[in-house]
């Protein structure tokens, strides 16, 4: 397979505003651009794609892997907050969090730190089985995810640090993936060990079904050049493509809907944009066949709640008129808490080498691995006895617990820098929020509110912030087994925070440490509309007959996964059910792969880094 090495900056296809394509997406982004690309595989099927940010493939502080998440507070960053948030510290911003999302081509995926993995099988058959999303479930998305994906072995002289089976990964997509280009000393020689020790697993591969455990994982990198591989790099390979046409500066401003509305559903003819570089506010058309939102989980509640669909109770104030009676739209917001400001971090008495390069040792826990007996008890009676939290669908609230009480992956730890510093995270917070308009004006920001740490919980008989507990509880818990299980426990001299501080101070240390993960999805659930749903299983928005949403705001949970490889999936997974429609053309190479898809084991070969 031809590797996608970016050649600097080309010229963007455009096409006069009286063509109608087969598909107009809004977001250029992880997800979007990706599906474009796919789709416009076939020669006779039209793609426009409207991106509101800039073509920043030249941008060093994309492109180099070194430099990730450098781009956020610049101009290819939303620059976006949250509203104050209560249930965090103050900080001196009222809990305010910032939002980071990718204002350019590759959206989100060209600011993030590219770890590309996905969720068990457990998790992903949920979705079908409990969630009744029929079409939705581990076979169907991981393989969609191998369709995305090019997995490179590591070089010889690394491969003992490394484990993984090449048939849990693809080989012919057109992301990239590949182990980190160094590793950190303590990872293999004393943390590996030590988790052994205590208990804990370090399996071979998770992508196989298995997510629980310590371990290095993939990262979306072109091993050749050594850059991020991301929609924006994918983009690269159809850019010649006359049946293509990307257009950047272009925001999206609403849905343009056909006149002389006679049935029940509302029909699209396209959408409303304008021309940022221009300076101007004049608004443009662009017409389709097939009206698709892949604006993220933050932007595509804003844009139909613009465009008439969502709740008559905030629209109508607004002076928007209804199109789509669908109160759910901007409901579901998830972002789990991570305590990374400062993270847990260790002093040592040993000199690290394998530092020249990031890291990327995720370990992915249970709750029973991560709880005293005591405390998982406890929680268990609570879960147990718990049948409905306001705010959360009932749905989402099975799901919590079957993944509780089978034993998935619920908190991890992951050590991302190159020194001995280690986040926690929250993975699956019972807490959920909003993302709405408070204004027409199509260019102000939503008011995002992710509703951090609202959902109380009777613990032993006392009220306690159920995702802030859970997540000290969990972060002591596994700092003391690590400080005090060998070998970890003969190199470090200090920790901080302490874990032997009675939790009652552990956890004020912990929660002034705590914030957004810039994990966020959901808004846009799909599931049944009864439920909290706003698309059904082939994306479709309900009430509407054309319009559909391809990004992260549609999961219908918190992945335990980082998004990103999930959203890959989901990008492929769409395109299988566009191209299958009696009018999408059939499916296209990168659909026809085999079901297995295993990797070709092809070996990475690092080239130089770009200062």
Known sequence: MARFILLGMVALAVARDSTTYDYVIAGAGTAGLLLAVVLSENPNITVCVLEAGADGRHENNITNPERRGTIQHTQYDWQFWTLPQPGLDDNGTLGAQPVPRGKTLGGTSAMNWMIHNTDSRVQLDIWESLLNLTGWNWETIS???????????PPADTSQDFMYNPGDHGGNGYI?????RSVLSLLPQYLNPTLLNAGYR?????NGGDAVGGGLLPLAIEPSNYTRS????????AEGRPNLHVRVNSQVTGIKWKRGRHHTTAT????????????????????????ILSAGCIQSSQILELSGVGDPDILTPLGIKPVVNLTNVGFGLRDPPM????????DLNVTLSGDEYIQNYIQLENARNMLSDEDYTAASQWLNSTDRIPGLPNAQLSVFKELWFADEPLIEMAWQFQVANVTPYNLIPLSQGTVHINSSDPLAPPAIDPNYNRVMAT??????????????KAAQFWETKIATTSPMRDIITSADPPFDLPFDQYYITAKQGTGSSQHLTGGNPMLAREEGGVVDTNLLVYGTSNVRIVDGSVFPYQPSA????????????????????????????????????????????????TV
């Open 143 to 153: 393989t969609a995810y191998r369709q995305s994906e090019t997995m490179y072995g």
């Open 176 to 180: 990239q993936s590949v182990f980190q």
């Open 202 to 206: 370090v399996p071979a591969d998770r």
């Open 230 to 237: 991301y929609s924006g790099s994918v983009y690269q390979a």
């Open 268 to 291: 699209a003819a396209g959408f409303k944009y304008i021309d940022r570089a221009s300076g101007s506010n004049s608004t443009s058309h662009v017409h389709g066949r097939q009206i």
């Open 339 to 346: 305590m990374n400001y400062l993270p847990i971090s260790f």
């Open 459 to 472: 613990i032993n008989g006392t009220e306690v912030e159920w995702d802030m507990w859970f997540l000290a």
């Open 562 to 609: 980082h998004p990103m490889g999930l959203t890959h999936a989901l990008a492929m997974r769409a395109a299988q059910l566009l191209q299958e429609m009696p009018d999408g053309g059939g499916l296209t190479r990168s659909l026809q792969l085999p079901q297995s898809n295993a990797s070709a084991s092809a070996t990475a070969i690092f080239g130089d880094v």
